[in-house]
């Protein structure tokens, strides 16, 4: 047994496998760890988990466990894993009903039939989505306190963060409170405000891209659920339920909400390097502009040009220039979009060429940020693959003037770049009207 030579990286989650059979052993560990997400330590019987988890060295996301082991044939290893408290998943080669409902009331996530290469699939996808839950707020709205906490119970399995409310109107104080909350799970008939109310009002502010809604209610309320889902509920959940339908239905849901946002993101921001790309510049400055405007503010449009980009490209290849162009992304989402109390907007608008939205008291304020900037990005190391470091300078462009639109404002940016290039570059250049 050699659980030292594994390298974990640091965002890596690490999984448990015991598993008899070390060629399906090797299959889950090379399908779960091409995810990039997770690393695997396997173990082949029961004698060696026990070593491992008294080892204490490692935490584990979550567990695939095959119930018969030849140390283990009875499925001794799923009490042992659960009172390690790793969520698992077992692998079994044949289920019948009672041992189907003993699995969830165990307390673990699923079963994997071991069928055959889809399965493999069913299991690494199982594996993003707890993943992925775990950064998921979920709410739960019901009045009967035994309720609310079985439903925890079966979220907190599925890594989900968990938060309870006790009727419609408690509830609609917690998702302002917690905006992150992108799932509510509520029962109907509530005192104070029910679950269609709730419904109505959390639609008013939250649509359905954003915020799936589940109700729960008693089966054979046929009408009910059509009023809901007409309201926006995203599904409908008839109590009592199947575990498993009912985490079907919620994953089916999550999964949905992701789609839409990873859609959201590759429509509006630049693939490289993960700024707003030119269409939403202009979608998100016209809005901002609006709002800052009637606020007296300033509104400055800035163009940035990394100097002698070409040369970066020529001399040390297209994917050096690659990573200073993601590096200085990164560099200015931290400075202007991850703590931005004025709204500024950057985008890249292709090649090396990024374009800012500025919004200040006065240009001096502005001036000082982009030479900040500038002097920053001047003593910034880029580090190529091959850990060579590189340094490179950047030209700015500012136009300040109230009365134009952004378009013009560019074309202006764009005069006053030109002239920091023809300078002698490194510097930045104002325009105003
Ligand atoms: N690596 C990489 N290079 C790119 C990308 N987009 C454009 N470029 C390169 O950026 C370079 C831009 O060069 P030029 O427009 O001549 O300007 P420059 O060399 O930066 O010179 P000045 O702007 O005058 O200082 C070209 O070599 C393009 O091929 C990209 O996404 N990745």
Redesign the pocket.
């Known amino acids: 047994m050699d659980f030292g030579s594994v390298m974990y990286s640091k965002s890596s989650k690490q999984i448990l496998v015991v598993e008899d059979s070390v060629m399906f052993s090797r299959i889950l560990k090379r399908s779960i760890e091409s995810t990039g997400d997770f690393t695997v330590v396997a173990v082949e019987n029961f004698a060696d988990l026990k070593v491992l988890l008294a080892e204490k060295k490692q935490q584990f996301f979550a567990g695939l466990l095959d119930v018969n082991l030849p140390d283990a044939p009875n499925g001794e290893v799923i009490d042992f894993v659960l009172a390690h408290n790793i969520p698992s998943v077992i692998f079994t080669s044949k289920l019948d009903d009672s041992f189907r409902k003993k699995i969830y009331t165990k307390g673990l996530v699923d079963y994997v039939l071991k069928e055959g290469p889809a399965n493999v699939e069913y299991v690494v996808s199982l594996l993003s989505q707890l993943k992925r839950n775990s950064d998921i707020d979920v709410l739960v709205v019901d009045d009967s306190a035994s309720i609310r906490s079985y439903i925890k119970h079966l979220l907190v399995i599925y890594q989900f963060n968990v938060l309870e409310a006790v009727d419609g109107i408690d509830a609609l104080r917690m998702v302002k409170e917690n905006p992150s909350i992108s799932l509510v799970l509520t029962d109907f008939n509530m005192p104070n405000m029910d679950g269609l109310a709730l419904t109505k009002a959390l639609r008013r502010e939250h649509s359905s891209q954003q915020m799936a809604i589940i109700g729960m209610s008693a089966f054979g309320n046929n009408q009910l659920s059509a009023h809901f889902l007409k309201l926006g509920g995203s599904d409908f959940i008839n109590k009592p339920f199947l575990e498993e339908e009912f985490f079907c239905r919620i994953n089916q849901n999550m999964d949905l909400l992701e789609h839409i946002n990873k859609l959201k993101f590759l429509a509006t921001r630049d693939f ?1 390097t993960g700024l707003f790309n030119r269409r939403h510049f202009f979608e998100v400055g016209n809005k901002v502009l609006t709002r800052y405007e009637k606020k007296g503010l300033q509104i400055g449009i800035a163009l940035l ?10 001399n040390y290849g ?5 990573i ?2 993601r590096q200085l992304g990164a560099l200015l989402i931290e400075n202007f979009e991850a703590d931005n109390a004025n709204h500024d907007v950057v985008a890249r608008f ?3 060429e990024f374009c800012f939205l500025l919004v200040a008291e006065n240009t001096e304020q502005m001036q000082q940020k982009l030479s900040t900037l500038r002097a920053h990005i001047e003593k910034e190391r880029f580090v190529l693959n091959d850990g060579f470091n590189l340094q490179v300078t950047a ?1 700015i462009g500012l136009f300040t003037d109230p009365s134009l639109d952004i378009e013009s404002a560019i074309t202006m940016a764009d005069k006053a770049l030109y002239q920091a ?1 023809e300078n002698g ?1 490194n510097q930045l250049v104002l325009l105003d009207s």
């Not at 297209?318 to 690659?322: E, L, Q, V, W, Y």
């Open positions: 490289l040009d990394i100097d002698h980009f070409k040369k970066v490209n020529d297209h994917d050096a220039g690659d200073v162009l292709g090649g090396e030209s290039k570059r």
